[in-house]
């Protein structure tokens, strides 16, 4: 698979509210940046696949703004692979707490975030 048809393969998902991951047929590593070889054994077997969308919170960062608004970044976990993303959450988020995947729209692209569940 040429890296525009990966792309075109995550921006399909992506679109319709679905979060893709890459697993390497060789090794079974799972990993989400679409990339032409494994980061662990080098392996060009790859397949798109699809989270189920639940994850833990592996990390968090916290920004206090000088407005008084919050912004939440993350490392999330989800099914043996992990992204960095925003965490939208109530401040009461921790790590290993549980969390969704939701999607935000920018300049007419679809990306994953992470909500914290309640
Ligand atoms: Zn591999």
């Known amino acids: 698979m040429k890296l525009e048809e990966l792309w075109r393969a995550y921006h399909e998902r992506l679109d319709a509210n679905r979060l893709p991951?890459?697993?390497c047929k060789a090794c079974k590593h799972?990993?989400?940046y679409p990339r032409m070889l494994c980061p662990?054994?080098?392996s060009t077997s790859l397949e798109v696949k699809e989270s189920d969308g639940?994850?833990?919170i592996f990390?968090?960062?916290r920004i206090q703004k000088k407005d008084g608004g919050r912004t939440t970044y993350g490392i999330v976990e989800f099914d043996g692979f992990r992204i960095y993303c925003n965490v939208l959450e109530?401040?009461?988020a921790d790590v290993g707490g549980d969390v969704s995947v939701a999607f935000v729209e920018?300049?007419?692209r679809k990306y994953p975030v992470a909500r914290a569940d309640a």
């Open 21 to 23: 991951y890459l697993e």
């Open 30 to 32: 799972r990993f989400y």
């Open 40 to 42: 662990r054994c080098s």
């Open 54 to 56: 639940r994850g833990k």
């Open 59 to 61: 990390s968090l960062t």
């Open 90 to 92: 109530d401040g009461k």
């Open 106 to 108: 920018l300049k007419g």
